[in-house]
């Protein structure tokens, strides 16, 4: 299996166990999450050489997160420990429906001091980088830090995916926002936004649209996830497709779902499926992402993923 490397913020999450508004919970369920910390398990599961760069507190919360990632069968080699700076976390509500209510503690944490030296030893003997949009709107630190990693990984010769993740409430302002990512996203080989993402970052409407104003630019593929209508793919030669989604989807919480959709896609792609391969395996893993409450819970090792890709799929067919 290929080598993968991905960056960004690890925090840890306490769910409540019950409905209603937080103020009112007094037990909750610790959970690590991340955007990036989901896509190196659920590339961990898969069978990968699963690495995470990153940074945590000298701290029970920092213990915490290694440990659970160790578990996950990680490598915590470019994780490094602040002990001035602690590790961030969030709380969140638990819902049977709908998107739940979040609150983070994130504007201290460690990961906003990560040095950004090391890079080229990180890089080496890698074979993919995946990098987020959150780094990029946390601080300058972190900013400066994605953008070295993903220009240093393309001189090494890796390839490399972007997932905007887009989080509004986290950039200064909406133009910097659209600026700083799409300046990220032609870095990359495989860009892979959500529709509506397509749609603030590009203003076109057309998913098509949408790719081409990637594709334009350098981008050799770019993949745009539709939601439970599935995805749609353009390649630099022309080449389009899209896949339908997975029916009748029992939704326990939408957190995660493009975690698991980059999941399915980047782990197809590297093992040299094609286009439409890649949307099914994505398609898969959003779905099964969103059955369960925690952000990761609902990754699947390989034999549960080719499992269900049979089953859902022939459902399809």
Not at 114 to 141: F, R, V, W, Y
Not at 158 to 174: A, E, G, K, Q, V
Not at 223 to 248: H, Q
Not at 265 to 290: D, F, H, K, P
Request: include cysteine; charge should be negative.
């Amino acid at each position: 299996m290929k080598r993968f490397l991905t960056l960004g913020e690890p925090m840890v999450m306490f769910t409540a166990q019950s409905e209603g508004d937080l103020a009112e919970q007094m037990v909750f369920h610790k959970f690590v999450a991340g955007a990036e910390t989901n896509v190196a398990t659920g590339m961990a599961r898969l069978g990968y050489e699963s690495y995470f760069a990153s940074r945590v507190g000298d701290d029970s919360l920092g213990r915490f997160i290694k440990q659970a990632l160790v578990k996950e069968g990680i490598h915590l080699n470019f994780v490094s420990t602040d002990t001035k700076w602690p590790t961030g976390f969030q709380l969140k509500s638990h819902t049977t429906h709908g998107d739940p209510e979040v609150e983070y503690f994130r504007e201290f944490a460690a990961f906003r001091h990560i040095p950004q030296s090391g890079l080229d030893k990180m890089l080496k003997g890698m074979d993919h980088l995946h990098a987020t949009g959150i780094p990029l709107a946390l601080c300058e630190n972190t900013r400066q830090y994605g953008f070295a990693m993903m220009k240093k990984a393309r001189a090494a010769g890796l390839t490399i995916s972007f997932d905007p993740n887009l989080r509004p409430n986290l950039w200064p302002s909406r133009e910097e926002m659209i600026r700083v990512t799409n300046e990220a996203a032609i870095q990359a080989d495989w860009f892979l936004p959500g529709i509506h993402e397509g749609e603030i970052l590009t203003g076109l409407k057309e998913p098509e649209d949408m790719a081409d104003f990637y594709l334009q630019k350098g981008v050799r593929l770019v993949i745009i996830k539709l939601g439970s209508a599935g995805a749609f793919f353009k390649a630099r030669d022309g080449r389009l497709g899209m896949m339908a989604g997975v029916p009748n989807v029992k939704v326990v919480d939408t957190v995660g779902a493009g975690d698991g959709f980059a999941v399915g896609a980047i782990s197809a792609l590297l093992e040299g499926c094609s286009e439409l391969e890649a949307l099914q395996r994505g398609n898969a893993i959003g779905a099964l992402a969103v059955q369960f409450p925690g952000d990761s819970d609902g990754l699947p090792t390989r034999p549960a993923l080719m499992d269900y890709l049979h089953t859902v799929y022939a459902k399809i067919a």
